[in-house]
Every structure is written in structure tokens, then in C-alpha cells.
């Protein structure tokens, strides 16, 4: 059974940095793409960002892009996102899984939340 644990969510203010982390167990995580998910107030948890397996190919959704960055260490089993220049709109709790034609590919973890103050 796959399980996905995200952490590193917190209070920031806007313009602030964090890092996110979401580490993989159950599975062999080198093989697969990786993303991460957001679910803002009142929305749908939405796909913004993912990863080839190796790394070599990243997407961003225009949303983020310039200001978030996708990053894994398959040693690691871990994704990571870093965020900078944070804004109001980024609050949600964000979820990360395994990327199977743009949809999720396990059962979801219990995400982290990330809110950010203005």
C-alpha cells in the first residue's frame, strides 16, 4: 500500500518562502511522475506542478510558475516544492501523489496546510 506524507506547511506572510516535502513509501517511487496538488478555500483539489520520474521534465501551472519550484530525490523517496513570493491566493493544503495521465495515481495523504497572511 502506497502512502504519502506531505509536511513543512505553516503561516507565512506574503512574499515569504517555504519548502514543502512529501516522502513515498510502498512503492518504486523512481519510476513514476510526480506532482503536487492544492486545494484552496471553496475549490477543487487541482493539479499545479509535476516531475518525470528522473526529474528531467517539470510542468507548472501559470499560476505558480516563476515562483514555485518541483524538485525529488528518488534516494530520498521525496518531492519537494519550493515556494517564494508567496501570496494570499497560495493558502490551501497542498497534497502530493504520483501523476498517472494528470490524475492521482494512490490514495491520498493528509496534506499540509499552507496559509499566507497579507
Known amino acids: 500500500q502506497v502512502q504519502l506524507v506531505e509536511s513543512g506547511g505553516g503561516l507565512v506572510q506574503t512574499g515569504g518562502s517555504l519548502r514543502l516535502s512529501c516522502t513515498v513509501s510502498?512503492?518504486?517511487?523512481?519510476?513514476?511522475?510526480m506532482g503536487w496538488w492544492r486545494q484552496r478555500p471553496g475549490g477543487q483539489r487541482e493539479l499545479f506542478s509535476h516531475?518525470?520520474?528522473?526529474?528531467?521534465?517539470?510542468f507548472y501551472d501559470r499560476s505558480v510558475e516563476g515562483r514555485f519550484s518541483i524538485s525529488r530525490d528518488n534516494a530520498k523517496n521525496t518531492v519537494y516544492l519550493d515556494m517564494s513570493n508567496l501570496k494570499p491566493e497560495d493558502t490551501g493544503v497542498y497534497y502530493c501523489?504520483?501523476?498517472?495521465?494528470?490524475?492521482?495515481?494512490?490514495?491520498w495523504g493528509r496534506g499540509t496546510q499552507l496559509t499566507v497572511s497579507s
Open positions: 510502498g512503492t518504486n517511487f523512481r519510476v513514476f511522475s
Open positions: 501523489n504520483g501523476v498517472f495521465g494528470e490524475k492521482p495515481g494512490w490514495s
Open positions: 516531475l518525470t520520474g528522473g526529474g528531467e521534465s517539470t
